[in-house]
């Protein structure tokens, strides 16, 4: 079955720098786009950042547009953001995310459990 298990998160200074990872099992990784979507309290969740299959592409929120980095390593079935100048506002619950095809052709949404990223002095 899909697995996806979130690590990474804590607490920062504004100004500092955080690197999640997402490891994932269960389905064909380098096949499959991966997403990071946050939700901060009383807030919907949103993408933020979101990368192929090959790695060769890759796309974001313009909250964090030029401070987050979406990679991946799919020898290692592991996809990580890498969050530099972060802000109070960064703080959030981040969430790992892919669709994926089940037996009838219908995609599933898949999430990991979460990282908390707090940014405070």
């Known amino acids: 079955q899909v697995q996806l298990v979130d690590a990474g998160g804590g607490l920062v200074q504004p100004g500092g720098s955080l690197r999640l990872s997402c490891a994932a099992s269960g389905f064909t990784f380098s096949s499959h786009a991966m997403s990071w979507y946050r939700q901060a309290p009383g807030k919907e969740r949103e993408l933020a950042a979101v990368i192929s299959g090959s790695g060769g592409s890759t796309n974001y929120a313009d909250s964090v547009k030029g401070r987050f980095t979406i990679s991946r390593d799919n020898a290692k079935n592991t996809v990580y953001l890498q969050m530099n100048s972060l802000k109070p506002e960064d703080t959030a619950m981040y969430y790992c995310?892919?669709?994926?095809?089940?037996?009838?052709?219908?995609?599933?949404?898949?999430w990991g459990q979460g990282t908390q990223v707090t940014v405070s002095s």
């Open positions: 995310n892919v669709d994926v095809l089940d037996s009838h052709g219908r995609a599933q949404g898949y």
